[in-house]
C-alpha cells in the first residue's frame, strides 16, 4: 500500500462538500466550514435539490442547530441576527442561509459586527485605521440598512449595505461606511436591471459616459458598482462630509480580488481583507469573540491545507520506505545503523551509543548507499560530534534492539501484546508549526490491531507530554490509511483494521514500586513506563 494519499476533491466528497460547480477556492472555503461544524459537534444540514430532494451537505447545520444559533460565534451575534430578523421591514434578509447556511455572509457580518452595535464608540479605532484617519469615531453600527429603498434621489434600487457604520471626521463632520461582507461568493449572480439612474451616477463619480452596456454593470463588478454608487448617492443627498464603500472579504476569495483591481484608484472605495480586520480586532479588542472568529473564517480552511499537506507528506515517506526496504535491505548489517524514510529522501542514522541519532538526512540516491556503504557511514555517522542526550540514547538503544529481534520493542510490551516499531521522527505538518513522533509502533494483541505513538523524554512535564502525545495520536487517526500504509510497507504485510490509536510515556522512572502519576495517565488512556540509565550510560532499565 505505497503512496496512500487523498487528495483534494476526495477529501471534499468524505467532508459532503464536494459541490460541483465550486472552483477551487470556494472548495478550500465550503470544506473549511465543514471541518468547523465537526469540530464544534453540530449536525450536518442539507439542501433541497432541483427535484424536491434534500442532501446533506457538509457547509450547513441541521434544522435544530439552526435555530439554536450554531451559525454564530457568540449569543450577542446570535441576538443581533434575531433582532434584525424581527424588526427587518423591507429589509431582504434570506432565513435560510442566514441560520443554516455556514458559508453564508449574512452570519459572517453579524459574528463580525455585533459587539460593535452595542458599543459604537469601540470601533473608532479600528474604523480611523482601515480610513487613514478620515473616521476616527463612530456614534452607530447597524445591520442591512439602506437610505431609502427604491428611491430615485438615492439609485432608484434596493440596494443595502450588510453593514452601516456612522460616524465623524476629527473636526466633528459626519461620515459614513457602506460595508458589503463576502466570503464563499463569486460575483456571478444574476444582474439588476440597470437603470437611467445608475448610468447618471456612475457617470459622475467615473467621470465619462456610462451607459447600461458598461463594464461595471456586467459581473463581477454590478454588484459592487451598484453599492458604491449607493455610497455617492446617499453621501450626496444627505449631507454628509465623506462616504466609504467598503468590501470585506477574505484574502482567498479569488472573485472578490480580481474585482476589486478596477476600484484601485477610487478613494471611496476600500478593500479590507478579512485577515486585515482580524488583525485589528486583535489590536483593539480584548473579548475572545475575534479568536472564534478568526478560528471560524481563517483557520478552519487552513486545517484542510494542513490535512492535504499531512497526506501528501505521508504519501512520499511512504513511498522512500519502500525504497528502503526494497533497495537496502541488509545494507549496513552489523553496523549500529538505522535507515529512517522522510519526505524528501531517506536519513542515514546512527544507532551507536556513543554516536546517538548522529547522521544525514535527505539521501535520495540509494545505489551509492548500497554501493559505498561502509565510507558514507564513517562519513555521515561516526565523524561528528557527539551528542549522547539521555532521549538520544534510550531512542537508539530501543530501536537497535528492536532492528535486532524482527522489529520488536521488547523493553516496552506489556503481557500477551507484541510491539513492532515502524519508524521514528516522523513530523507532520501542523497548525501552528508542526509536530513530531518520537516512535511510532504496531501493537498486536488478541485483542486487536492499533497502531501507538510513544514520547520519550528526559524530564517528567507530565501537562506537556500528554498534549504531544495526545496531539500526535489525534493526526494518526485523522490519518489512519496513510498510516496504515506506511506500517504495511514497513513490515512488509498487510495489517487488519486499526483500532483507536494508543499511546504511551517513557520517561524517567522514581523511586516508588509503581508510578505515582501512572492511575492519573491511564484515567486518560495513556500508558507510562518508567526507565533507569545503567551506570554505563550506554543501556536502560524499563519498569
Known amino acids: 500500500m505505497v503512496g496512500v494519499m487523498t487528495d483534494f476533491d476526495t477529501y471534499a466528497r468524505e467532508m459532503r462538500a464536494f459541490v460541483r460547480g465550486d472552483s477551487r477556492w470556494q472548495r478550500r472555503l465550503r470544506m473549511g466550514q465543514a471541518w468547523w461544524r465537526q469540530r464544534h459537534g453540530h449536525a450536518m444540514g442539507a439542501f433541497q435539490a432541483p427535484d424536491g430532494n434534500r442532501i446533506p451537505l457538509g457547509s450547513m447545520v441541521d434544522g435544530q442547530a439552526a435555530e439554536n444559533g450554531a451559525n454564530f460565534i457568540s449569543e450577542q451575534a446570535f441576538a443581533a441576527a434575531q433582532a434584525s430578523v424581527a424588526d427587518k421591514g423591507d429589509a431582504l434578509i434570506d432565513e435560510g442561509r442566514l441560520w443554516g447556511n455556514l458559508l453564508s455572509s449574512q452570519p459572517l457580518a453579524f459574528n463580525c459586527f455585533a459587539a460593535f452595535a452595542q458599543q459604537p464608540a469601540s470601533l473608532g479605532p479600528i474604523v480611523a485605521a482601515v480610513t487613514d484617519g478620515g473616521m476616527v469615531a463612530v456614534s452607530r ?13 438615492y439609485t ?11 460616524g465623524s471626521t476629527a473636526d466633528g463632520r459626519p461620515t459614513f461606511l457602506g460595508i458589503e461582507v463576502k466570503y464563499h461568493e463569486d460575483l456571478h449572480g444574476k444582474p439588476a436591471r440597470i437603470t ?3 448610468c447618471e451616477l456612475a457617470s459622475e463619480l467615473l467621470g465619462r459616459g456610462v451607459t447600461a452596456d458598461d463594464p461595471c454593470f456586467r459581473p463581477p463588478q454590478e454588484q459592487l458598482t451598484r453599492d458604491r454608487l449607493l455610497v455617492h448617492a446617499h453621501a450626496r443627498a444627505d449631507g454628509f462630509a465623506r462616504g466609504w464603500f467598503v468590501l470585506l472579504a477574505p484574502e482567498s476569495n479569488e472573485a472578490c480580488k480580481a474585482a476589486i483591481a478596477a476600484w484601485q484608484d477610487d478613494p471611496g472605495f476600500i478593500a479590507l481583507t478579512l485577515e486585515d480586520f482580524t488583525d485589528l480586532l486583535d489590536q483593539h479588542v480584548a473579548a475572545e469573540w475575534p479568536r472564534a472568529l478568526r478560528e471560524r473564517y481563517l483557520d478552519a480552511p487552513r486545517q484542510i491545507d494542513a490535512h492535504l499537506q499531512r497526506e501528501h507528506h505521508l504519501s512520499e515517506v511512504t513511498t522512500w520506505a519502500a525504497r528502503i526496504r526494497d533497495e537496502l535491505s541488509g545494507i549496513g548489517a552489523g553496523c549500529p545503523v538505522y535507515f529512517r524514510p522522510s519526505s524528501n529522501g531517506v536519513a542515514m542514522i546512527s544507532l551507536d551509543p556513543q554516536r546517538p541519532q548522529l547522521g544525514e538526512g535527505g539521501l535520495r540516491d540509494l545505489r551509492r548507499i548500497a554501493q559505498a556503504f561502509p565510507a ?3 562519513h555521515y555517522c561516526m565523524r561528528g560530534p557527539a ?11 530501543l530501536i537497535a534492539g528492536a532492528l535486532a529481534r524482527g522489529r520488536r520493542l521488547l523493553p516496552l510490551e506489556e503481557k500477551g501484546e507484541e510491539l513492532l516499531f515502524i519508524t521514528d521522527e516522523l513530523p507532520l505538518p501542523a497548525m501552528p508549526g508542526g509536530v ?3 516512535l511510532l509502533a504496531v501493537q498486536r494483541s488478541t485483542a486487536g490491531c492499533s497502531l501507538m505513538v510513544i514520547e520519550l523524554k528526559s524530564q517528567r512535564a507530565m501537562t506537556r507530554l500528554v498534549e504531544q502525545v495526545t496531539g500526535y495520536a489525534a ?6 490509511p496513510a498510516f496504515a500504509g506506511l506500517a504495511e510497507t514497513v513490515l512488509g504485510e498487510k495489517l487488519p483494521d486499526l483500532d483507536h490509536t494508543l499511546r504511551t510515556i517513557v520517561w524517567p522512572a522514581t523511586t516508588h514500586a509503581t508510578d505515582p502519576r501512572a492511575a492519573e495517565l491511564a484515567a486518560l488512556g495513556i500508558r507510562c513506563i518508567g526507565y533507569t540509565t545503567a551506570d554505563d550510560g550506554r543501556s536502560f532499565q524499563l519498569t
Not at 453600527?141 to 434621489?153: D, K, W
Open 196 to 198: 437611467s439612474r445608475h
Open 156 to 166: 432608484g434600487d434596493w440596494s443595502a449595505y450588510d453593514v452601516y457604520v456612522e
Open 141 to 153: 453600527v447597524c445591520f442591512e440598512y439602506s437610505p431609502g429603498r427604491g428611491e430615485a434621489r
Open 376 to 378: 558514507l557511514f564513517e
Open 387 to 397: 551528542r549522547p542526550t539521555p532521549e538520544k540514547c534510550l531512542q537508539s538503544w
Open 436 to 438: 513530531v513522533c518520537d
Open 475 to 480: 493526526l494518526v487517526d485523522e490519518h489512519l
